[in-house]
């Protein structure tokens, strides 16, 4: 890909970076469940042999696209049509659903892009965000920017995977012109992102 993905949703676009997932939370709550497991075990799913992988094929606009630190690629391409196709898996998708829904919004210092595909009970939450955690006078942003995908079951958080390095997705004209003809949602699909922050590093 061209580039890194920015949020463009100030007059300034914010960068996105990548962090791991999977700690325990500070309230006892256990490790995340890994969301492979539930893409795994998730209904109707279809697995594709392709050439390309799990990644965006030759023809397809990607929209985002990363690696997770287990080597996963998790892939949002336009299809065309006002359709989009998600991916996740390695060497072919252990998970493949089209159709698509996006929303965006502004934080103070930041913003964050989601882009549902639903699978029965199942919503898988590609995002891209970038929170301010300083907001002492005169000192800086400290921005978390995380990068991957959050898995829900019946609405409730259920796992997630996180991007590790590289570029999430590109803001290039074309992936935004794309990103466009999807469906778009007044709200976020989901605040369990925020589990993802980890502050950048300066």
């Known amino acids: ?25 500070p309230d ?7 969301a492979t497991t539930v893409m795994a075990s998730a209904p109707a799913a279809t697995a594709t042999e392709t050439a390309s992988g799990a990644g965006c094929r030759a023809g397809e ?35 493949e659903l089209t159709g698509g829904r996006w929303a965006r919004v502004a934080y103070s210092g930041g913003g964050e892009l989601q882009i549902a595909f639903d699978n029965g009970p199942v ?15 005169d000192e800086p942003n400290d921005p978390a920017m995380s990068d991957g995908v959050v898995v829900l079951r019946d609405g409730r958080y259920a796992g997630m995977q996180t991007c590790a390095g590289g570029s999430a997705a590109d803001y290039s004209d074309k992936a935004e012109a794309a990103l466009q003809t999807l469906p778009q949602s007044d709200d976020l699909f989901s605040d369990e992102t925020a589990r993802a922050d980890r502050p950048a590093s300066r």
């Open 28 to 34: 006892g709550e256990p490790a995340d469940v890994p």
């Open 1 to 25: 890909m061209s580039g890194r993905f920015a949020l463009c949703v100030t007059a300034a676009c914010a960068l996105a970076a990548c962090g791991d997932a999977g700690q325990p939370q």
């Open 61 to 95: 606009t990607a929209i985002f696209e990363c690696r997770t630190g287990a080597g996963e690629t998790i892939a949002v391409c336009s299809v065309g049509g006002g359709t989009a196709r998600y991916a996740f898996g390695r060497a072919s998708p252990e998970i």
């Open 123 to 137: 919503r898988y939450v590609v995002f891209s965000r970038t929170v301010r955690t300083n907001f002492a006078a």
